[in-house]
């Protein structure tokens, strides 16, 4: 049985009070998982997390993400433990809470010192700060060897009808699926969220005939197609009103032969980087 979580990249778009409402909605209407990373909004998302969640701590399930240094003009890759534990401390502090229910290593390569990373998410977990490991990350090399030395317990993933690479791979443990609405193409404004760029594997003509295809409401058919494939599904939401949506979406009943009509249809596309 899968779960509907909140991811929260995107909260703090409409300003604080919004990001606050947004938060409250998702607690008020029973989602405990609640996904951050430290460098949402330089640090501001965790910020404003920490401020709306101590009162609720013992029923949410925590989890954030470590190795993106941030700089004076962006951020830089430190996968380090000397700058994870830094990172994590930062985390906690801003979260007012003493431990993460599942704390993620944010991307990486198989260039970093991959053993040395491993070995401090293990000792964190030992320590008790962190009660999971997670992997965030779309690089099939990197998320094999994770997955063999790592002592993994949940991967995160990109997911979604329109990206589906994540099939490709041999899941073994619990996967938190990511980007399930396509940054909206997936939903009621699929046209005016149209770009000529397209998305992902999709070229924007090829997409555009898809879309119209498909069946409606498609928030509740791209929601339901993630839940077969994920733990964890994590929706975005920039406002109260498309979270509200989402949550709509959700409990809508779809067609579940269509469902899997619709899926036997779209193409799974391959990996084409980091691979071997
Ligand atoms: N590498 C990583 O670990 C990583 C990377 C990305 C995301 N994440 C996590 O995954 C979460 C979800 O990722 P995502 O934001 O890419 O996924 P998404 O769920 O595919 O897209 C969320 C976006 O879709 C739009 N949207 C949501 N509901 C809508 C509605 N009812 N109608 C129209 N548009 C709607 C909003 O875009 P607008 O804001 O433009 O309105 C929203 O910000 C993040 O919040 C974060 O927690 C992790």
Redesign the pocket.
């Known amino acids: 049985m899968s779960e509907l979580g909140l ?4 909260i703090l ?1 409409h300003g604080e009070d919004e990001a606050r409402r947004i938060l409250e909605t998702a607690i008020s209407s029973g989602i405990r998982h609640i ?3 430290d460098v949402y909004a330089r640090h501001d998302v965790e910020r404003i997390i920490g401020e709306v969640i101590p009162s609720h701590r013992g029923d949410l399930f925590l989890a954030s ?1 470590g190795g993106n240094e941030l700089t004076e003009d962006g951020m830089r890759w430190n996968p380090s433990p000397d700058y994870l534990e830094r990172a994590l401390h930062g985390s906690l502090e801003r979260l007012k809470t003493d431990y993460l229910d599942l704390y ?1 290593i ?2 990486g390569t198989l260039e970093d010192d991959l053993d040395a990373t491993i070995e401090f998410m293990r000792e964190q977990k030992r320590q008790g700060l962190i009660r999971q490991i997670g992997l ?1 990350s779309i690089r099939p090399n990197v998320i094999r060897y994770w997955l063999k030395h790592g002592e993994l317990d949940v991967w ?1 993933t990109p997911y ?1 009808l329109l990206d589906r690479r994540a099939e490709t791979l041999d899941r073994k443990i619990p996967v938190v699926g ?7 193409l997936l ?3 699929w046209e005016q ?1 149209l770009s000529d760029r397209g998305f992902e594997a999709w070229h924007a003509d090829e997409l555009a005939g898809e879309l119209a295809l498909m069946p409606r409401p498609i ?1 509740a058919y791209a929601l339901a197609a993630a839940r077969r494939f994920c733990d964890v599904v ?6 109260v ?2 979270l509200e ?2 949550i709509a979406a959700d409990r809508t009943e779809i067609d579940e032969a269509q469902l899997d009509r619709l899926l036997a249809r779209l193409p799974v596309h391959p990996y084409k980087k980091h691979v071997t």
């Open positions: 991811g929260t990249m995107t778009k996904d951050t990373a993400k993620y944010h991307g965030s995160m979604s990511r980007g399930v609405l396509a940054k909206g939903t009621d404004e969220r928030q994590l929706p975005g939401a920039s406002s009103q498309q949506e989402t």
